[in-house]
């Protein structure tokens, strides 16, 4: 592979073979014409020579015109081939265009193909800080073993990319001595050497681009200070991309539980719905409203903290009581919002017993010396049944759980569907 740099073209200053030979020859032919006329010569020999030496000069010019073409078609061949500045400013374009346009994704693949063009790469990954704890996982990959690559994680003591974060220069690993250590032998297969460029923002590593290749880094022309160059055009383009997707997330998560939002969930419901609209008589949806009873005093006795935890251990058992693709979100205060796709009336009501049975043996510690369970409110709903919006279900659903909330069911009062929709 070719690894073309400012300023390693041949110079287009020095004379062809061409130039000096028509150059030669353009001082020679007035001199030998000069002795030819001053010359005893017959005239006809003197004009024969005089023919001669045109026609000799004709062809020297012609065969140079070809020649310089030649030449003049070589450099603009060698000028149209992009330098490691032209691929450098390439990135620095894509930043510039794109912005945080672009999903992490795209863009991720985006600039692991323009750095393809600088430096013999087979596949990328991303490596960012996890906030769980102490580890570098993957949340990017390109190449032929990307899919195995994403969702890794190693830890700050071994691997290249754990290397490149702490001494926050560009890392080498030419023949995978250290890399072989953290990561799986079947995420290697293919690769010969790995690379790692700390990537820094406001003077901290933010994350770190391991690159892989079928060839060996250290052969690259200048690897380190090209590597380092790379990552310095790379930086402000991810993490540009990063705050944004972050920022976006935020905007649909609640603080406290880290749960989605009720923003969140009406979105997931109106895709829900359409599909379930679609399919009308195949696909059921349901939809459960749940809130904790007497919420309002566990703050006021115990404060806002406690209240926050019991709202956190709500979620996580919560969640741990819902299939893969229930959808669980918190609206305001202590009320909870789950989507349950293809979920019949009665499925439902099989979810909601299996909810009130796991928090019946659960304690929540509400403080250092006192444990307490946490009760639940539930409300239901089910499209068709009692609506076919989002706003529909989602207030039949809150009308069920205030039914729910009656000590003495005599006092409740019953309205006809068509007033609770």
């Known amino acids: 592979m070719r690894f073309p740099y400012p300023g390693s073209r041949a110079s287009n200053n020095a004379l062809s073979p061409a130039q000096i030979v028509l150059g030669v020859f ?55 081939t992009p330098t490691l500045q032209d691929n450098l400013d390439a990135i620095s374009d894509a930043a510039e265009f794109f912005g945080a346009s672009l999903k992490p994704a795209d863009l991720f693949r985006l600039v692991s193909s323009r750095v393809a063009q600088i430096v013999p790469v087979t596949g990328s990954a991303l490596f960012v800080e996890s906030s769980i704890d102490h580890t570098l996982e993957i949340t990017q ?41 953290a990561m799986p032998a079947d995420v290697l297969s293919g690769v010969s050497s790995a690379a790692a460029i700390p990537l820094i923002d406001d003077g901290r590593v933010f994350a770190v681009l391991v690159l892989y290749s079928d060839q060996r880094f250290d052969a690259v022309p200048d690897c380190h200070s090209t590597l380092d160059a790379i990552g310095s055009r790379l930086a402000p383009l991810l993490i540009s991309s990063m705050s944004f997707e972050r920022s976006a ?8 539980t880290s749960l989605p939002n009720e923003r969140a969930f009406f979105m997931v419901l109106e895709n829900q719905l359409a599909e379930s609209l679609r399919h009308r008589d195949d696909r059921p949806l349901s939809v459960l409203t749940i809130d904790i009873k007497n919420f309002a005093d566990v703050n006021q006795t115990f404060g806002f903290a406690a209240g926050d935890r019991m709202l956190l251990f709500t979620a996580e058992h919560l969640t741990s ?41 659960e304690l929540f510690a509400i403080s250092e010396n006192e444990e307490i369970k946490v009760w639940l409110n539930i409300g239901w709903s089910t ?13 039949s659903a809150r009308v069920r759980k205030q039914q729910a909330k009656a000590e003495e069911p005599s006092k409740v009062l019953w309205f006809p569907k068509e007033y609770v929709n």
């Open 321 to 361: 009581q819902l299939r893969k693709m229930d959808f669980l979100a918190r609206s305001s205060n202590d009320e909870f919002l789950l989507v349950l796709p293809t979920a019949s009336e009665k499925f439902a009501a099989e979810i909601i017993d299996r909810i009130r049975e796991h928090f019946a043996t």
């Open 141 to 181: 990959a390109t190449g032929p073993n990307g899919d195995g690559l994403l969702d890794l994680s190693v830890g700050l003591e071994s691997g290249l990319a754990a290397m490149a974060w702490i001494s926050e220069e560009v890392e080498v690993d030419a023949d995978l001595a250290l890399e072989s250590q």
């Open 249 to 256: 997330a935020n905007a649909l998560t609640d603080k406290v």
């Open 26 to 80: 353009g001082l020679l032919a007035p001199v030998l014409t000069f002795f030819l006329a001053v010359s005893s010569l017959p005239d006809g020999l003197k004009f024969a020579v005089l023919i001669g030496l045109a026609v000799a000069y004709s062809i020297v010019c012609l065969w140079s015109f070809q020649r310089s073409r030649q030449m003049s078609a070589t450099i603009d061949a060698g000028d149209s």
């Open 383 to 395: 499209f068709w049944r009692d609506g076919e919006t989002a706003d529909q279900l989602l207030r």
